[in-house]
């Protein structure tokens, strides 16, 4: 089958993925399942990967080298184990990034991420950029008939990690609160609508691009700001006092700074972006009694329920298509800031 | 001023409030407020006052009548006591029905309605179907600039009793899950709306008169069912086992009955009407492991979150005006369900 | 091996269970597990099953007989399937009562009674009133090392029902607030003491037997009432207007009307014990702002963290022990209530 | 009446309060109370105030000096104003610091130090260094019968400090998870008590002095630290890959950089102590998915719930008495750490 795997880590970026020709995986255990990929979406974890942002987590032995990246994954069961019976071959499915034990205590909690045994295709073993992706049954998700894989492939990781944190700050926020999404990408407007639908809440929407903020008008955004030098104050007078959240989808080049500053008493700061840190004086943590929680990909449960809202339309993703020879492109006009939403890539 | 009272309590309803002039309430503590009423809201448990269902709890010593009916009110800041603050004479406000004591345990809680000293005007003292009300500063919520009194008075009293049930049930539902709302008046064209904003559920409006499934329609449920023989059967179907949560705004004549049946597996059945009485076997408890909750009047807070919704154009009120003149016509077009959504009365 | 069956159900008891000497069960799926069985303790439910309360729900077919009872299970592991990789052969274990797919949703949420694809050895298949029993991994929870098979068998199924339901009831209790406790025997005894572990609320313990009251008291329920006719007239004396939550391991005869008596506004009757039925008119539901919830067997997680407390000596079972040999004395000792704490039957 | 007051601030503390001879505090409002004041702990905020740490925050005019320190009182009450009704002269009362006004959203929601019309006397209005203090009818609670004020003054704010941040812990804490308590002084000895008595979690108390050590022995900390070089890992390996909470109550010196190492994925770092900073990178928060939460002084309903726990003997203050000439003494001996528990000025 054709694979786009990657060589070498460079921090610069001078490397492109090298488009294979590899066997196809086969299944070896009961529960596994062979994907026919329908769509793989494109992740700043992509690039992260390749610049060795990861290499010592995913990679410490270095013996992983040459991979298949991509690890949002959607398309057509093309072959069960046989201990498999929740799908069959033929089934259109979408793929929790994770390949989860079911047995361990994260798996019992339902956070798959926890999982003591769970592998993680694209990251730590072969991904789908490619024709053939090998995953387990507890990964799958029947589509619904009116979904194609290409339109959701990205819900996947994106997907599931901005409805996750869209979820924890809509369980504490009310009608009349508000709740600010730092950052408009792929996951930010998946997170606008997620909140959109799951709380009452009011959302600022702040992104630098003037595409993402037209975007956020367009998905219903309360208020969208442009993040320039007095962001903290506009959104502490907009709230008169502060927020109640502030999702930072962005994590670093200050950014994470900013967050929190613009919380009001009791407020909590979501953090999801990464790269930079935190910094902030315990005495200010206490008389403001703020929150500071990282959060990770979601879980297979979330995956479901965003699957239910995407079906019915409620939170859509939006997508730039890629065929499979073209992943270095894709990749170099995700650098660049070209997409719009999410890259998708078409095996 | 002018006020519609009652003389005596009669099981059937052959009574009719009488148009006095009675002399304006005056403020005689700190905390005491006066409020010019806009509107006032006509309730059914207007009616069961009037049956006398309530004479015991409300009037055990039968000393209150006559007395003014009328417990959804808002209005106008005619006067203020010394110790208020927050409010000044002018105001526009809508008044939670609780006199609450804020020192209490209740109070504490933000449970308004557990009040140890609480007075509920309308029910135990004089009420709003009058030119003037006596209620206090904890009871008051500044309307926003954009909202008149006559289009928010049931918000105060029917608006919160459906926003607290719906926030309820929305806490615990997920995107793909079913929440069934069981009668589409007052009430429940309030929670249908307030579902729709607080989780990402589906909803399922179930209604014997077509004017309230169109209404239920209109709010953008998504199923109504007519509530015929076969309605538990229909819910079980539709939700492929059971509905996740279903609000009772019947609570009598057998839907009291149909509600907990039409729950899967650990569903909840929340009771807001009343008047029949709920059997279940125990077994059938354990094993299916269902709840039934009641549920009261919201709070304080809650009803600042309604407020804030109906401030945004997403939780709106359908009601049917009538003077101050008109109050029997009004309580008879109720009796005889000839009101979509719900009687206002404007002095 | 030796394996007490039923023959036959009988609404009067007047069947015994037959000791045979049959085949021992096989592994024929990757995840089984076969478990030589240390203990296994008798439950009323097992009574329910010989009267046939039951049959309609686990033998519709009426298929089943002759089958082995006994579902609350504890040993060590014997054999293991292809697939299990967290317990070897000699392991000592605690059995969950489910035998769980892993894969449905009822599984992901942590909910394994809720599992789509379960079976219930000793209530729908084989269970362990045997040498061996067959069970898979996702049920087993290896023991701690200072613990014994016998010690703990019936905190597989009676244990985590009540700590399941006191786990419920110490998420809503805070210290000063009370909890009625229903029945002190296999259940309840277990209860007070998870309350006790859980949260800071005082107990009432309420048994009509002597050596139950005896028991509460030695386990440090705060008051013992003995449950005569004014015990709801006692219970809202002793709290000051009404428990905050009561939990009714009896659910029969009368117990399960005064459960919800005997609450505050805004309190919880749990149901536990079950054959008699509640009924409760809709107004009073709706004025106190009660519910009443039915409490089903604990998830393996439940089962986790009360392996932990009785490893800590902080839950401890009360048992009596029969042989298997003696299983029929052991279930005529429960009928006529001579057993103090849990009967535990060793092979 | 005699008076210990502040009349500078001093970075290097090298001040004393004045014992003044000042005139009584009168009742000008109301819902105010004078209570006679039994007992007032000293606190590390008093320190901190002495300092002028929190200057700019309780004092932005410098218009304060002199006034009376003391914010954790006790004692009985004096007088009352017209509108009072729940306390009367005579009463044995504990304060809760804040004089909330009971009708902003902070009081509705419970959370009285989110009152935006407060005072907290002696921090920003003269305090209980003193024979009497003007609080409100809203800051007290009537003492159990068993119970003197002088046995109980510190609860009133390092008690529901400690409280009210064990509570928040306690609620995701299960059986078998583990809970780090740095620093067992005047609030960490109360926390160890109040986990004990909330959750089912064991406890691992940290701290260098051996004094404070034996204390948390004799609590039934399950583990005991000595905070060495090496206590990061002694964590991590004492609870197999990490805490599953933190609470600090040190925030200086370095603890709040160890805190949050000491997590296991999922976990949260409570912060109470103050002084130094977090600085977390980004990428660390998401994948670890860790919390750090700043946590105030509790509320009034924690203050209840636990004078409860008090009460009935299950959370008991260590104190250390003084005179109120001795007041100075008492500031020395905190300064130089030579109080065991909590330092309690009787007038």
């Given at each position: 089958?054709?694979?786009a795997?990657?060589?070498?880590?460079?921090?610069?970026?001078?490397?492109?993925?090298?488009?294979?020709?590899?066997?196809?995986?086969?299944?070896?255990?009961?529960?596994?399942?062979?994907?026919?990929?329908?769509?793989?979406?494109?992740?700043?974890?992509?690039?992260?990967?390749?610049?060795?942002?990861?290499?010592?987590i995913?990679?410490?032995?270095r013996?992983?080298?040459?991979?298949?990246?991509?690890?949002?994954?959607?398309?057509w069961?093309?072959?069960?184990?046989?201990?498999?019976?929740?799908?069959?071959?033929?089934?259109?499915?979408?793929?929790?990034?994770?390949?989860?034990?079911?047995?361990?205590?994260?798996?019992?909690?339902?956070?798959?991420?926890?999982?003591?045994?769970g592998?993680?295709?694209?990251?730590?073993?072969?991904?789908?950029?490619?024709?053939y992706?090998?995953?387990?049954?507890?990964?799958?998700?029947?589509?619904?008939?009116?979904?194609?894989?290409?339109?959701?492939?990205?819900?996947?990781?994106?997907?599931?990690?901005?409805?996750?944190?869209?979820?924890?700050?809509?369980?504490?926020?009310?009608?009349?609160?508000?709740?600010?999404?730092?950052?408009?990408?792929?996951?930010?407007?998946?997170?606008?609508?997620?909140?959109?639908?799951?709380?009452?809440?009011?959302?600022?929407?702040?992104?630098?691009?003037?595409?993402?903020?037209?975007?956020?008008?367009?998905?219903?955004?309360?208020?969208?700001?442009?993040?320039?030098?007095?962001?903290?104050?506009?959104?502490?007078?907009?709230?008169?006092?502060?927020?109640?959240?502030?999702?930072?989808?962005?994590?670093?080049?200050?950014?994470?700074?900013?967050?929190?500053?613009?919380?009001?008493?009791?407020?909590?700061?979501?953090?999801?972006?990464?790269?930079?840190?935190?910094?902030?004086?315990?005495?200010?943590?206490v008389?403001?009694?703020?929150?500071?929680?990282?959060?990770?990909?979601?879980?297979?449960?979330?995956?479901?329920?965003?699957?239910?809202?995407?079906?019915?339309?409620?939170?859509?993703?939006?997508?730039?298509?890629?065929?499979?020879?073209?992943?270095n492109?894709?990749?170099?006009?995700?650098?660049?800031?070209?997409i719009?939403?999410?890259?998708?890539?078409?095996?």
């Open positions: 089958m054709r694979a795997r990657l060589y070498e880590y460079d921090e610069h970026m001078n490397v492109e993925l090298k488009l294979d020709n590899i066997p196809a995986p086969q299944i070896s255990k009961p529960g596994e399942v062979i994907v026919r990929v329908g769509a793989a979406g494109l992740c700043r974890t992509d690039l992260h990967i390749i610049e060795g942002v990861w290499k010592d995913q990679d410490p032995q013996t992983l080298l040459p991979y298949v990246l991509g690890h949002e994954n959607a398309g069961v093309e072959d069960v184990g046989p201990g498999v019976t929740s799908v069959k071959v033929g089934d259109p499915v979408i793929c929790h990034p994770l390949r989860s034990c079911g047995v361990c205590l994260g798996c019992r909690r339902g956070e798959d991420m926890y999982c003591e045994h592998s993680f295709p694209g990251l730590n073993c072969d991904g789908g950029f490619a024709d992706l090998l995953t387990n049954e507890r990964a799958l998700i029947k589509l619904n008939p009116n979904v194609a894989p290409v339109d959701v492939a990205p819900l996947a990781d994106a997907g599931i990690t901005a409805y996750r944190v869209a979820k924890k700050a809509a369980r504490k926020l009310t009608p009349g609160q508000y709740c600010v999404v730092l950052g408009v990408g792929g996951l930010g407007h998946v997170a606008l609508q997620s909140l959109h639908e799951l709380c009452g809440a009011r959302t600022i929407a702040v992104d630098r691009s003037e595409n993402a903020r037209k975007l956020a008008r367009e998905l219903g955004a309360h208020h969208v700001l442009d993040g320039g030098d007095h962001v903290v104050q506009e959104v502490r007078e907009l709230t008169r006092g502060g927020a109640h959240a502030v999702i930072d989808f962005v994590g670093e080049l200050g950014a994470e700074q900013l967050s929190w500053q613009m919380l009001r008493q009791g407020g909590t700061h979501y953090i999801v972006g990464y790269g930079g840190a935190v910094q902030v004086p315990t005495v200010h943590m008389i403001s009694e703020i929150a500071i929680e990282g959060s990770l990909v979601g879980n297979y449960l979330e995956l479901v329920e965003l699957m239910e809202l995407n079906a019915e339309g409620r939170v859509k993703l939006h997508g730039q298509h890629y065929r499979l020879e073209q992943i492109t894709a990749i170099d006009d995700f650098k660049h800031r070209r719009i939403g999410r890259g998708v890539i078409i095996p």
